[in-house]
């Protein structure tokens, strides 16, 4: 009898095989008539089968997220280029609106000295020869770029004296943090006399290197870089370094005298006695960005571009 089934169940799976084979499925899903089956369908019924809360008990939720990338999927979202360009133009925007303002007391000045030297020349154009603009470049809403444009007396002056306060600031701590180590170290302070002759000779050595290096490497020091400066020798072009160096050796002839510094405020192209002895000029320089007067003041200079 258990053999008959056995046989039995043979011939079956092999009838079936065959049927199987012979038919064909395009033929029987072109038979079906899905929207039929899915009008059949209660949705809702089957929803109400679905316990949520068991399904969600049975999610580990800390499980899940661990294998989440989360740092991927942050830099995917393009979030933090976002921040930083938001950010970044956020305090350029500000840095500019200060800068702008220096610019335009400058301008001011310019015209007030020349007004009374009787002067007159193209104050668009108020640059060194090879930054000298062949046409005022203005932009659609009335802003004039002056990039390039000689430095006046106000901008320089901040830019020096941020200098002095970086320059007080970094040796201040590095005198406290030397300080600091020698009494966790060896017991006692490190007994530093800056008053000394070898602690000043220290000092005007470091201070010396100070500009050098920062007119050498970037054309301009912290300071300058921080109210849009830059040194260029007199005719626009890049600062060389013999005037790098010239520059910083006889600066203290104008930072030390008045009739040093009356240069910036009097000369026609702004430069001080040091500027003349290093062949050098310092100019108004915002790069990447363009140095934009508002339109106001734009259209006081722009109509004595034909003097």
């Known amino acids: 009898m258990a053999q008959?089934?056995?046989?039995?169940?043979?011939?079956t799976g092999a009838m079936t095989e065959k049927v199987v084979e012979a038919?064909?499925?395009?033929?029987?899903?072109?038979?079906?008539?899905?929207?039929?089956?899915?009008?059949?369908?209660?949705?809702?019924?089957?929803?109400?089968?679905?316990?949520?809360?068991?399904?969600?008990?049975?999610?580990?939720?800390?499980?899940?997220?661990?294998?989440v990338d989360t740092a991927?999927?942050?830099?995917r979202s393009g979030v933090p280029e976002i921040v930083a360009e938001s950010t970044g133009r956020?305090?350029?925007?500000?840095?500019?609106?200060?800068?702008?303002?220096?610019?335009?007391?400058?301008?001011?000045?310019a015209r007030l000295v020349d007004a009374l030297f009787r002067r007159r020349r193209q104050d668009w154009a108020h640059c060194p020869p090879r930054l000298r603009p062949a046409a005022p470049r203005v932009t659609r809403d009335g802003r004039l770029d002056v990039s390039g444009r000689y430095a006046g007396w106000l901008t320089r002056m901040?830019?020096?004296?941020?200098?002095?306060?970086?320059?007080?600031?970094?040796?201040?701590?590095?005198?406290?943090g030397?300080?600091?180590?020698?009494?966790?170290?060896?017991?006692?302070?490190?007994?530093?006399?800056v008053s000394s002759p070898w602690w000043v000779a220290v000092v005007v050595v470091v201070g010396y290197l100070y500009v050098f290096l920062s007119l050498e490497v970037a054309g301009r020091t912290p300071g300058m870089a921080l109210v849009g400066l830059r040194a260029v020798a007199w005719d626009g072009a890049r600062l060389r370094p013999k005037a790098a160096a010239t520059r910083a050796l006889v600066l203290p002839l104008s930072a030390l005298t008045v009739v040093g510094s009356l240069g910036v405020l009097l000369q026609r192209d702004r430069r001080a006695?040091?500027?003349?002895?290093?062949?050098?000029?310092?100019?108004?320089?915002?790069a990447p960005r363009p140095v934009l007067l508002p339109p106001s003041i734009a259209a006081s200079l722009l109509p004595e571009s034909g003097n």
Request: proline content about 1%; hydrophobic content about 50%; charged content about 30%.
């Open 4 to 11: 008959d089934r056995r046989g039995l169940g043979r011939l």
């Open 23 to 67: 038919i064909d499925p395009d033929i029987v899903l072109d038979q079906v008539d899905v929207n039929a089956l899915m009008d059949r369908i209660d949705v809702n019924r089957v929803l109400d089968r679905v316990d949520i809360d068991r399904l969600l008990d049975r999610v580990d939720i800390e499980r899940l997220l661990a294998r």
């Open 72 to 75: 991927a999927l942050v830099q």
């Open 90 to 109: 956020f305090a350029g925007s500000a840095l500019d609106t200060g800068r702008r303002q220096l610019v335009v007391v400058d301008v001011l000045t």
């Open 158 to 176: 901040l830019a020096s004296v941020a200098d002095v306060w970086f320059f007080i600031t970094a040796g201040t701590l590095l005198l406290a």
């Open 178 to 193: 030397a300080d600091f180590l020698a009494r966790k170290s060896l017991g006692h302070g490190a007994g530093i006399d």
């Open 273 to 286: 006695l040091h500027d003349r002895i290093s062949r050098t000029a310092v100019v108004h320089d915002w």
